[in-house]
Nanobody
Framework: EVQLVESGGGSVQAGGSLRLSCVASFSFVDYSIAWFRQAPGKEREGVAC????????YYLDSEKGRFTISSDNAKRTVYLQMDSLQPEDTAVYYC??????????????????WGQGTQVTVSS
């Protein structure tokens, strides 16, 4: 059974930083792992993805230059470094894994394993 455990969320003021972690129960071979977020009353949206086939992808214009996805294969962990956080970044952030198609996507239906989510709250 694939398990993903997120951590690192919290409450920060605008301009602050957080680093989210997603620890996986599997080794990083032929994988894709993505970060999604869902704000209250909004649909879930893809934030960033890293895969063994097509590397790193970012999906939101608003995040460019502020968010960085990375991985530590030895620790089976994917990180999302978030800098210059803004109130509109407030959401529950989820990591998700696709063990069948090792390609990035911002379509949440591609991903079959999900973490429990971690809350990020940014105050102005």
């Amino acid at each position: 059974e694939v398990q993903l455990v997120e951590s690192g969320g919290g409450s920060v003021q605008a301009g602050g930083s957080l680093r989210l972690s997603c620890v996986a129960s599997f080794s990083f071979v032929d994988y894709s792992i993505a970060w999604f977020r869902q704000a209250p009353g909004k649909e879930r949206e893809g934030v960033a993805c890293i895969s063994s086939s097509d590397g790193i992808n970012y999906y939101l214009d608003s995040e460019k230059g502020r968010f960085t996805i990375s991985s530590d294969n030895a620790k089976r962990t994917v990180y999302l470094q978030m800098d210059s956080l803004q109130p509109e970044d407030t959401a529950v952030y989820y990591c998700a894994a696709d063990m069948v198609l090792p390609y990035c996507s911002n379509n949440d239906r591609q991903f079959d394993s999900w973490g429990q989510g971690t809350q990020v709250t940014v105050s102005s």
